[in-house]
């Protein structure tokens, strides 16, 4: 068998995605970048233990010193967590938004190369960020759209929200014609009614300004259509479960990876898949036995229907 050419094999992704853990434990994904063909790693979020979150670089292939940037989405304590106050090494430089810099040093986060962002910047060479403030308790969450530059190609793009209290139209806009859509599906309605959680965290998770529940959620996926792959970020593990929102996904417009709280994900590429010419087929996501109903790392993968 003859074996493929350059142009035949498979191109290197742009980027990288890997969820190491996500949940109100405590959340932390590591993005793999090819910055201008130099390789980049980021944290979004660090809100395991220093001592986890070395652990599970490691299992990854990475060193802490290997981070080169770290972003926030907010500075929940599952978000940012506490041990890292003294333990973060002063040369990353940490992405706040501006909204949430106050409330940093209020914390004790007197991190000396912090840097308080507000509109799109440049992350890298050939990497750039996009935040938006969403509804979350009093001072809102940022998400994120970044882009990275491929050759001869245009950018691919990651979207990346959680703890986001509701869908907005300038939500949805923001995040369209990604290639990669991380995104929160956080909890079952009827198992959160039903929960004996007080009624005031109740009002809180489903008010607007808490949390998106799998259905929300799986609305914002269906408006966006991102063109790759969908991962479902901070489920809650007393309300829903990898098979509820694996169900309220199915259906949608590309294969779905769910994180967990106590194992990685596998890695998802950002910026590979390729148009058919004639656009001859679509994705239709089917459940997979892997992981569905359990607390592993889930998989919707997708079946191909002819048109």
Known sequence: MDRPTAAQRTPEPPARLRVL???????????????????????????????????????????LADI??????????DHLNAGWRNALP???????HRRHAAHARNLGFEHEAMVEITDAFELFPGVRVDPLLVPHDELGVAAYRFSFDRDGLPPADLGFATDVGRVSRGF??????VEV??????????????????????R??????????????????AAIAPREHVVLLHLSRQCNSPELAAREHSGGPCPVTIASQFEPT?????????????GGSVHEA??????????RPGFVSPRMVQR
Not at 197 to 202: A, G, I, M, V, W
Not at 207 to 214: A, D, P
């Open 21 to 63: 853990a996500s949940g109100s434990g405590g959340n932390c994904t590591l993005v793999h970048v090819a910055s201008r063909g130099q390789p980049r790693r980021v944290l979004i979020d660090a809100g395991l233990s220093p001592r986890r979150t070395r652990r599970l670089l490691a299992e990854s292939g990475v060193e």
């Open 68 to 77: 080169d940037a770290i972003v926030l989405t907010h500075l929940d304590s």
């Open 90 to 96: 002063a040369s990353i430089p940490v992405y706040v």
């Open 172 to 177: 949805i806009r923001r995040f369209q014609g």
């Open 181 to 202: 859509l991380a995104i929160e599906s956080n909890y079952c309605p009827r198992l959160q009614r039903a929960s004996d959680r007080p009624e005031f965290l109740k």
């Open 204 to 221: 809180r998770i489903m008010g607007g300004s808490g949390h998106l529940s799998n259905q929300e959620s799986a609305k914002a996926v």
């Open 266 to 278: 596998r890695w998802v590429s950002i910026g590979v898949a390729r148009a058919d010419a004639n």
């Open 286 to 295: 089917s459940l997979s036995a892997s992981g569905v109903g359990t607390d």
